[in-house]
C-alpha cells in the first residue's frame, strides 16, 4: 500500500491560474518536503516541515507557498504559475525510525506532473 | 525564458558487467547518504543508504562506498540488469535537510 500519495498524477493549469497539489501520508512522520524535479535535473528542495515548523530554502520563489494543517497532510500551493513551474513535483517524509529491515526513512510519493499552458 | 536543464552524464554497461556510478557531495557535516533509483515518471526508489561512521555498507546486487576525506559517494551494481536502466541520483542528509547531488544516467545493454 502507498504509504505516500500524491494527488493528482497529473495537472494541467494555465498560466498566472493558482493551483495546488496535494500530499498524505499513512507514516505518521513528522517531516515533510516538497521538491521540484524538471527534466534531467535532480529534484531540488523547496521546503520542508518540521512538525508544523517551516522551512523555506533561501532560493525558493515567492511565488509557491505550503500548507500543513496537519501530521498527515501537506499541500503545495503555486500563486501564479509561469511556462517555467512546469515540472514534476514530488513529496517526501520522514521519521525518526524507519523499517528495521530495511532502515529506509525517507519515502517519497509517485509525484505530480504539473504542465502549464 | 526557461533554463536548459542539465544533461545528465550517462554511463552504458553490458548486461552482466558490473557498473559503478559516482556521486560528490558538498556539506562535510553530513552524517546520512542515501542512493535513489528514478525510472522515468515516477518518484525516487530508496536503493541503499550508509551512515557516515561508515565506509562501506553492502546490500542485495549493490554497494555504497563513502570516502569522506574528498567528499565522495560511489554506488555498485553487480551483475547489472536491464532492469536497473534508470536515473541514479546520491543524496545526502543534514539534520532534516536531504539535498540531492547530480544524477547519472544506467543504460544497460544486452
Known sequence: ?117 | GESVGLHLPTLSVQEGDNSIINCAYSNSASDYFIWYKQESGKGPQFIIDIRSNMDKRQGQRVTVLLNKTVKHLSLQIAATQPGDSAVYFCADLYGNKLVFGAGTILRVKS
Open chain 1, 1 to 117: 500500500d502507498a504509504m505516500v500519495i500524491q494527488n493528482p498524477r497529473y495537472q494541467v493549469t494555465q498560466f498566472g491560474k493558482p493551483v495546488t497539489l496535494s500530499c498524505s501520508q499513512t507514516l505518521n512522520h513528522n517531516v515533510m518536503y516538497w521538491y521540484q524535479q524538471k527534466s534531467s535535473q535532480a529534484p531540488k528542495l523547496l521546503f520542508h516541515y518540521y512538525d508544523k515548523d517551516f522551512n523555506n530554502e533561501a532560493d525558493t520563489p515567492d511565488n509557491f507557498q505550503s500548507r500543513r494543517p496537519n501530521t498527515s497532510f501537506c499541500f503545495l500551493d503555486i500563486r501564479s504559475p509561469g511556462l517555467g513551474d512546469a515540472a514534476m513535483y514530488l513529496c517526501a517524509t520522514s521519521g525518526p525510525r524507519g523499517i528495521p529491515a530495511t532502515n529506509e526513512k525517507l519515502f517519497f510519493g509517485s509525484g505530480t506532473q504539473l504542465s502549464v499552458l
